[in-house]
């Protein structure tokens, strides 16, 4: 069982800042390969980004070169540093963890870019 627990969403202006935390429970915290996905109201859940256990990361192409996925196990801690946000990235933010067959969600954070 993973218990994931998202943090630091907000309202931001256009343009801005915010970094979302993604914290999880488990002593194998650093074999998990994380993402981060995004939904909006009457739309699939988007894949944004996805760190691996050897740190490789990946990204949606709307958003490389403006977000960032980072972990850090000692703390079983990921997270997704957002800059340069736009009106269109506003979205209920959710991590999400894939583990032996199972899928471990978190319960999301909102994020709302203003215009």
């Known amino acids: 069982q993973v218990q994931l627990v998202e943090s630091g969403g907000g309202l931001v202006q256009s343009g801005g800042s915010l970094r979302l935390s993604c914290a999880a429970s488990?002593?194998?915290?650093?074999?998990?390969?994380i993402n981060w996905y995004r939904q909006t109201p009457g739309k699939q859940r988007e894949l944004v980004a996805t760190?691996?256990?050897?740190?490789?990361?990946s990204y949606a192409d709307s958003v490389k070169g403006r977000f960032t996925i980072s972990r850090d196990n000692a703390k079983n801690t990921v997270y997704l540093q957002m800059n340069s946000l736009k009106p269109e990235d506003t979205a209920v933010y959710y991590c999400h963890v894939p583990l032996y067959g199972e899928d471990y969600w978190g319960q999301g954070t909102q994020v709302t870019v203003s215009s």
């Open positions: 760190i691996t256990s050897g740190d490789s990361t």
């Open positions: 488990g002593s194998i915290f650093r074999i998990y390969a």
